[in-house]
């Protein structure tokens, strides 16, 4: 699942990802609450990671982040912060808020097919 408020980001994202594991959906939302509300609603959903943006409207990817960690039936899922933003700041706020990693989102297709790789490759699916 992916929660970004730019619909271009969520396209390339979802372009690189049928690269890496045609077998793999995506789910999107366009903000927290709407992310939230998605994963909620649906009592079988859970989704293998979740993808989050920090910087959007209504709901910032750490408040986010901290409603999916203090959900029980969400909080086991692992969280990848996706974001514009290298500061240092943001990646330790958001490791100390439970994200399980961070990735600085990348101006090539390319560069993000190879970040996502090790998520999602038929390999690790098989082993």
Known sequence: MLIDDDKDDQEIFKLALQDVNPDVMCLT???????????????????AYIFLDLNMPRMTGKDCLCEIKKDERLSDIPVVIYSTSSDPGD?????S???SDYI???????SLKSILEPYFS??????
């Not at 909620?40 to 989704?47: A, I, Y």
């Not at 990646?91 to 490791?95: G, K, P, Q, T």
Request: positive net charge.
């Open 29 to 47: 939302a366009d903000d927290g609450v709407e992310g939230l509300k998605l994963l909620r609603s649906e009592k079988d959903f859970s989704p």
């Open 91 to 95: 990646i330790n706020d958001s490791r």
């Open 97 to 99: 808020l439970g994200a």
């Open 104 to 110: 600085v989102k990348q101006f090539s297709i390319s």
């Open 122 to 127: 038929k390999k690790k699916e098989i082993a």
